[in-house]
Every structure is written in structure tokens, then in C-alpha cells.
């Protein structure tokens, strides 16, 4: 394996979210998804893990389990087909794939499998992320990625969530129990706010 891929290899194999680091001997493809993970999140480098964290922070709110791995569609394709093949076996329902520039990432899961993709287009190129989102929501009839926004990272877990929650009954209620929460808290706003009228000069 040359420098590059094997430390891009190496880099996928990193998963802060979990106490028991993946089996050294295993790649993560072939071992059963950490912890049990219902979501995998993929983005295609090491640099876009600050914003695709906020998927992983969203799922942990609703106590889903998820993995996160580094893994880019140009760099290492093979990896990500592997990736996508064994992951409904491995016990994921649901996939992310998160990157900036040509996004193909969520593309190439949703090409090499029947669950779930959502994509997530990320800034940081000339571009703004622009280029990632009509690479991420361009996707031919039968394969579809479901996109959502730039750097929307928190959105692509919530859709996650209300996919699960389809057959999950004790998290919809907690969805639902968030959703209500949330809207309680704006409604709380604006019962204390002072409606403000100002004269308009004619
Ligand atoms: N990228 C990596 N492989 C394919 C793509 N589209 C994206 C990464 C990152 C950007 O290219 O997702 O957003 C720059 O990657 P890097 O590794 O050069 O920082």
C-alpha cells in the first residue's frame, strides 16, 4: 500500500465516538458496525469531520448509535463500495455521506446499496459548496440521495431519525418530544417579547 492510501486507510479508521477502537486485524467492513451503530456517517476527508460531527451530536440527542469513518470516493472507491456493500449485513440502516468539492460520496453508497443514502454538501471549496450540492442532489432516476443543505450536517441526522423512527416506536416519541420542546421554547419567546410598532413617516 503506498504512503498516501495507507494513511488515508488509517485515517478512515478512527472512531472517537466509540470506547472499543475497531479490530486492528478486521477492517471495519468486515467486523459488526461499532457499538451496534443504526447510522453510518462517511465524509470524504479528515478535514470535513468538524462538520459532519454535528450529525453524530444530533443522533446522540436521540440516542441513536452511529459510526463515523473517513473514507473519500475518489481516493479510496473500492473502499467506499465495500463500504456500502456489507453495510446493511453489518446491521446500518441508514447512511450519510458527507463531502466537499465533487461530491460523489453519497452517490457512490446509494450505487452500491439499497438503504437509505443522505447526502451532505460541504463549503470550504472556490465554490462555497455549490459544486458539492448539484454533485450531491444531480443523482439519476433509481438511485436517489436524499440532499440536504449545505454543511446541513444536523438535518441529515434528524431525516435519519425520522427514517428510524418508522419502525421504532419509543424513538418517534422522543422526536416527537423534542419537536414539542422545541416549539415550546419559541413559544415561551414570544409570549415575553413586546410587540414593537413603529410609525412609518408617509
Ligand atoms: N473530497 C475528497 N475526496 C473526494 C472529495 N470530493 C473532498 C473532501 C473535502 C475536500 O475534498 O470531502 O471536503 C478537500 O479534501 P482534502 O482532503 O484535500 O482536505
Same mark, same amino acid.
Given at each position: 500500500? $503506498?504512503?498516501?492510501? *495507507?494513511? *488515508?486507510w488509517?485515517?478512515? +479508521?478512527? /472512531? &472517537?465516538?466509540?470506547?472499543?477502537?475497531?479490530?486492528?486485524?478486521?477492517?471495519?467492513?468486515?467486523?459488526?458496525?461499532? +457499538?451496534?451503530?443504526?447510522?453510518?456517517? %462517511?465524509?470524504?476527508?479528515?478535514? $470535513?469531520?468538524?462538520?459532519?460531527?454535528?450529525?453524530? $451530536? =444530533?443522533l446522540?440527542?436521540f *440516542?441513536?448509535?452511529?459510526?463515523?469513518?473517513?473514507?473519500?470516493?475518489? +481516493?479510496?472507491?473500492? @473502499?467506499?463500495?465495500?463500504?456500502?456493500?456489507?453495510?446493511?449485513?453489518? #446491521?446500518?440502516?441508514?447512511?450519510?455521506?458527507?463531502?466537499?468539492? =465533487? /461530491?460523489?460520496?453519497?452517490?457512490?453508497? =446509494?450505487?452500491?446499496?439499497?438503504? !437509505?443514502?443522505?447526502?451532505? !454538501?460541504?463549503? #470550504?471549496?472556490?465554490?462555497? #459548496?455549490?459544486?458539492? %450540492?448539484?454533485?450531491?442532489?444531480?443523482? &439519476?432516476? #433509481?438511485?436517489?440521495?436524499?440532499?440536504?443543505?449545505? $454543511?446541513?450536517?444536523?438535518?441529515? =441526522?434528524?431525516?435519519?431519525?425520522?427514517?428510524?423512527?418508522?419502525?421504532?416506536? &419509543? %424513538?418517534?416519541? @422522543?422526536?416527537?418530544?423534542?419537536?414539542?420542546? *422545541? @416549539?415550546?421554547?419559541?413559544?415561551?419567546?414570544?409570549?415575553?417579547?413586546?410587540?414593537?410598532?413603529?410609525?412609518?413617516?408617509r
Amino acid at each position: 500500500m $503506498d504512503k498516501f492510501v *495507507e494513511d *488515508e486507510w488509517q485515517s478512515s +479508521r478512527m /472512531n &472517537p465516538r466509540t470506547s472499543e477502537p475497531h479490530n486492528e486485524e478486521v477492517s471495519p467492513m468486515e467486523q459488526p458496525s461499532g +457499538r451496534g451503530a443504526q447510522v453510518g456517517i %462517511l465524509m470524504g476527508s479528515q478535514s $470535513d469531520w468538524a462538520k459532519m460531527e454535528k450529525a453524530a $451530536d =444530533a443522533l446522540k440527542q436521540f *440516542e441513536v448509535p452511529c459510526e463515523m469513518l473517513v473514507l473519500s470516493a475518489h +481516493r479510496l472507491p473500492d @473502499r467506499v463500495a465495500e463500504y456500502a456493500r456489507t453495510a446493511e449485513s453489518r #446491521g446500518l440502516a441508514v447512511l450519510m455521506g458527507g463531502a466537499g468539492m =465533487a /461530491n460523489h460520496l453519497a452517490g457512490a453508497l =446509494a450505487a452500491n446499496c439499497t438503504l !437509505p443514502v443522505i447526502g451532505v !454538501p460541504l463549503s #470550504g471549496s472556490a465554490l462555497n #459548496g455549490v459544486d458539492a %450540492l448539484y454533485a450531491t442532489v444531480q443523482m &439519476p432516476k #433509481g438511485v436517489p440521495v436524499a440532499t440536504v443543505a449545505i $454543511d446541513g450536517a444536523a438535518n441529515a =441526522a434528524y431525516l435519519a431519525v425520522e427514517i428510524l423512527a418508522l419502525q421504532d416506536e &419509543p %424513538l418517534r416519541a @422522543r422526536l416527537k418530544t423534542h419537536r414539542q420542546a *422545541e @416549539r415550546a421554547k419559541l413559544e415561551a419567546a414570544l409570549v415575553e417579547q413586546t410587540p414593537q410598532v413603529q410609525e412609518v413617516a408617509r
